[in-house]
């Protein structure tokens, strides 16, 4: 698994893109510069706790959110982890489950 800078590097971009926001429009809700933005982005640095709030706040997530990065593991550790959700599942739980996927791959 990739370093903790690179990972919180990830889901930083993956927040941004997903807010649609470019780099240098986060910068400016946080205040930061963008290049700043992007050195976080690429892992190459870290931030202060100030800053996360700020990221909290411009994502509209807790903080710990940031931090979230059970969704990019490798995909073995995520089939792993999926399946271990679905075990517990009735059988109407599963029927929506299996529709959404479908759904989705349509998508694509």
């Given at each position: 698994?990739?370093?903790?800078?690179?990972?919180?590097?990830?889901?930083?971009?993956?927040?941004?893109?997903?807010?649609?926001?470019?780099?240098?429009?986060?910068?400016?809700?946080?205040?930061?510069?963008?290049?700043?933005?992007?050195?976080?982005?690429?892992?190459?640095?870290?931030?202060?706790?100030?800053?996360?709030?700020?990221?909290?706040?411009a994502f509209g997530?807790?903080?710990?959110?940031?931090?979230?990065?059970?969704?990019?593991?490798?995909?073995?550790?995520?089939?792993?982890?999926?399946?271990?959700?679905?075990?517990?599942?009735?059988?109407?739980?599963?029927?929506?489950?299996?529709?959404?996927?479908?759904?989705?791959?349509?998508?694509?």
């Amino acid at each position: 698994m990739p370093s903790g800078n690179i990972m919180f590097g990830r889901r930083m971009k993956e927040l941004r893109i997903a807010n649609h926001l470019t780099q240098e429009q986060l910068a400016e809700k946080v205040g930061l510069e963008y290049q700043t933005i992007s050195r976080i982005e690429t892992g190459y640095y870290f931030t202060n706790y100030d800053n996360l709030e700020k990221f909290s706040k411009a994502f509209g997530v807790p903080i710990s959110e940031l931090f979230n990065y059970d969704h990019m593991t490798n995909k073995t550790h995520l089939k792993e982890k999926i399946n271990k959700e679905i075990e517990n599942m009735n059988l109407a739980e599963l029927q929506y489950i299996y529709k959404s996927i479908m759904n989705l791959k349509e998508y694509k």
